[in-house]
């Protein structure tokens, strides 16, 4: 698959400490083991030129406070609260002074942020995703993408998971209603 390095951008989706490190609260090994190749995404993208975007998933403490239904910290138990280490980047995947680095407060990387308009004023047309977790922010992310005529492109090899069954239902359900699923290595910037 080849993509226009000028249109294209790799969208790397919460590899943060809280979920791909051993010590952080929702660590899930296939999220640790989406490290390597992630970064080999990343930087393929930056030697063909074409943008990065890093999202990182932020909770206020008192974010759910008032929540009606919507609580993550009642289904998933507090997590990446703003400010802390688990909230952070994992070690080796930091982003540059010229990446868009998107902070989010639920599962969709598009829901009340910047992203799509800085992908506008920037040309870009196609999104490499990948990171983590496959059935929940990767997911949500790449279909709001695709909802918004982006082409969504699934790194299935660069993407973390929970369970191996969470994983190829995410990128079949991509893969058959609004995005296309594709090995790292099928991937060239031109």
């Known amino acids: 698959m080849q ?22 609260s929702l660590h899930a ?30 909770h206020p403490p008192e974010q759910f406070e008032d929540a009606h239904y919507y609580d993550e910290f009642d289904r998933w138990g507090e997590h990446v609260v703003e400010g802390s280490w688990e ?11 010229d990446d868009l680095v998107v902070v989010k407060h639920t599962y969709d990387a598009f829901y009340e942020t910047q992203l799509e308009g800085w992908l506008d004023a920037h ?24 909802l918004r005529d982006y082409r969504p492109v699934l790194v299935e090899d660069a993407v973390g998971h929970i369970e191996e069954d969470h994983r190829e239902y995410a990128l079949e359900h991509a893969d058959f209603l609004f995005g296309e699923v594709t090995p790292l290595d099928g991937i060239e910037f031109v």
């Open 29 to 58: 090994p296939g999220s640790e083991d989406a490290i390597e190749p992630v970064g080999e995404a990343v930087s393929a993208a930056r030697q063909a030129g074409a943008e990065v975007v890093w999202t990182r998933d932020v």
């Open 3 to 24: 993509l226009d390095a000028d249109s294209a951008a790799v969208v790397a989706v919460d590899m943060q400490n809280g979920f791909c490190h051993p010590d952080g």
């Open 123 to 146: 040309g870009i047309d196609d999104l490499v995703i990948c990171g983590t977790l496959a059935n929940v922010c990767v997911l949500h992310t790449a279909s709001s993408a695709g």
């Open 87 to 97: 909230a952070e980047v994992v070690d080796g995947l930091e982003p540059r002074d």
